[in-house]
């Protein structure tokens, strides 16, 4: 089976159709996305119309996270689509061939022990219910595809999240990312 027609992925489409109105868009590293006025999240097998860019990715299961963390992120984080839920970020990343070239435990020990991705993220939920597509292993020209949904009260505490995170050691591997704030209308 073709991966890229897996019923699970999710493809978000920029163009200038869509539920999600840009609001900013910026290259935080590498090359641009064209820029758009809005973007569609659809299903693999939709086949919507094109648009100026497309990025597919999929849920997986988790690479780094320990079980006492899974415990806490299952009891904290919230639904996505939540109504109050207007504000969202898409955020495509590619990390460097050093960083995949490491092995799990290396990346693990970057990401968690000396980044502490999971232990200084874990207060912003519920606030910010999250998503994490996988890209890599579709041919994607990124890794992931985050995404991120919150009510407007929480968009200061989204920006101090995002800021915390480009100033740690996992971020030196990021070679690419693009940050994509949407509306809801
Ligand atoms: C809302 C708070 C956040 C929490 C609780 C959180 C939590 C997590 C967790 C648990 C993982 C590991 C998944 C695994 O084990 O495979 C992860 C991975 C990741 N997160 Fe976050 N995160 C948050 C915010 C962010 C933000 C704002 C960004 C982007 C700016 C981001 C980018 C990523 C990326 C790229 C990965 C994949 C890393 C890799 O596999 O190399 N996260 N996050």
Request: charged letters at 30%; aromatic letters at 22%.
């Given at each position: 089976m073709n991966v890229k027609t897996n019923h699970r992925a999710t493809v978000f489409i920029g163009g200038a159709v869509g539920r999600w109105r840009v609001d900013a868009m910026q290259a935080v590293a590498g090359p641009a996305l064209a820029s758009v006025s809005r973007v569609a999240v659809v299903g693999d097998a939709e086949h919507p119309c094109a648009g100026a860019w497309s990025l597919t990715g999929v849920p997986s299961y988790v690479r780094y996270v320990e079980r006492r963390e899974r415990e806490e992120l299952r009891a904290l984080q919230a639904p996505l689509a939540r109504a109050e839920a207007t504000c969202a970020a898409l955020i495509p990343i590619r990390k460097s061939e050093a960083w995949w070239e490491l092995t799990q435990e290396a990346r693990r020990d970057i990401f968690e022990a000396r980044s502490h991705h999971i232990a200084n993220s874990m207060r912003f939920l519920p606030g910010i219910a999250r998503q994490l597509y996988h890209?890599?292993?579709?041919?994607?020209?990124?890794?992931?595809?985050?995404?991120?949904?919150?009510?407007?009260?929480?968009?200061?505490?989204?920006?101090?999240?995002?800021?915390?995170?480009?100033s740690t050691e996992e971020w030196t591997f990021v070679t690419r990312e693009i940050d994509i704030r949407l509306l809801l209308e």
């Open positions: 890209s890599r292993d579709l041919g994607e020209p990124f890794d992931f595809l985050t995404w991120f949904e919150f009510a407007p009260a929480y968009r200061a505490a989204f920006e101090e999240l995002v800021c915390e995170l480009r």
